[in-house]
């Protein structure tokens, strides 16, 4: 099935959270989620270690007991706006019923874990909100420790077939101002190259290239 950008062709889940233990049917909790069944409950139980919502709270408090919670898949809809309708409908319903939810909200807003993609206007929005002083990192520095950090993380990690076309093709027409050029002129003018030697195939050249393709990346290397 194709699944549109705007998420209005997608096989939307409807399903509840429950106490295992109850003999009855009893909902904590009524969701939507384009995602199956199974990996929303293993979201929810991974918020719940980070966010203090009454939902997480509930489900830390199951966690304590030894139990998770379990999920009921309610409904699938297609169309995400017709999901949040039906969310809305069952939570005043179960409400309604004396049921205690562990819902913030009347339903229909897809707050934590949304599928529903963020529109131009809001990107840019929220672009604003985080430029200048108003980003949490502005003005400061990444220590030399963090950097190195990074760049180990990084360290033999090759990257999808899919990311390099991406990126590939961000690139096609894009043309370097002068002043960009000068300075990756003057930038390669003054590297140094250090020669390194490849311990797996004994190949020697520049740092840069030699790491790109050789010592952890080379084909002679041993497992």
Known sequence: MSRSSNGEDRLTNIYVLVDPRDEVFNPRYIGITV???????????????????????????????????????IDEVIGWDNACEIEVGLIKLYRSKGYILTNLTNGGEGTVGSPRPHTKERRISASIRCMGSNNPNYGKSMSDENKTKLSLLKVGKKLSPEH????????????HSQETKDKLSIAGFNRIMEIVICPHCGKSGNTMIMHRWHFDNCKFKTL
């Not at 995602?35 to 509930?58: E, G, M």
């Not at 390099?164 to 043309?175: D, E």
């Open 35 to 73: 995602q199956s069944i199974k990996r929303r409950l293993q979201k929810h139980v991974c918020d719940s270690k980070k966010y203090t919502l009454h939902v997480s709270n509930w489900i830390k408090s199951l966690i304590s007991d030894g139990i998770y919670p379990k999920t009921i898949l």
């Open 164 to 175: 390099i076309l991406k990126a590939r093709m961000a690139l096609i027409g894009h043309i």
